[in-house]
């Protein structure tokens, strides 16, 4: 929100903020030219990022239809998790996938973080054709 300051003065600002879950909250003042080119650049490095990792969804999600191969399956799902965890921080999973279900926003990175640790795991064990629980 914009803010006019008159003078040089010190000024003292409080905000007061409440949430049921974890919150980053990096505080900066900015001209409104910084913060356009700030925003552009930030929009346009992530667009870049989103867009790569979705052709290594999409080339990843080719090649198990392809080969039928368990671990690209498990590998797929890891990706595509990683994919909406990094939406969650970046504030795009609000934003675009499920807006105002607080109960949900507040409890949605843990729950793909851990689903996420358990895609790879099963990727790993596939990959490495490790059985589960073994005994030697």
Do not use: C
Not at 57 to 79: D, P, S, W
Not at 94 to 120: A, C, E, H, K, P
Request: aromatic residues 22%.
């Amino acid at each position: 929100f914009p803010l006019t300051l008159y003078n040089q003065l010190p000024k003292v600002f409080y905000i007061r903020v409440q949430t049921q879950g974890s919150m980053q909250l990096p505080l900066t003042l900015w001209s409104p030219n910084a913060f356009f080119r700030k925003v552009n650049l930030e929009q346009s490095a992530l667009g870049l990022y989103y867009g790569i990792m979705l052709a290594l969804f999409l080339y990843n999600l080719f090649i198990f239809l392809l080969v039928k191969e368990k671990a690209y399956l498990f590998y797929v799902l890891y990706i595509l998790f990683w994919i909406i965890s990094q939406m969650i921080v970046n504030g795009y999973a609000v934003q675009y996938l499920w807006g105002d279900l607080l109960w949900w926003v507040n409890r949605s990175f843990s729950f793909t973080s851990s689903i996420m640790g358990l895609w790879i795991i099963l990727f790993s064990m596939s990959f490495f054709n490790v059985a589960p629980f073994a005994h030697p």
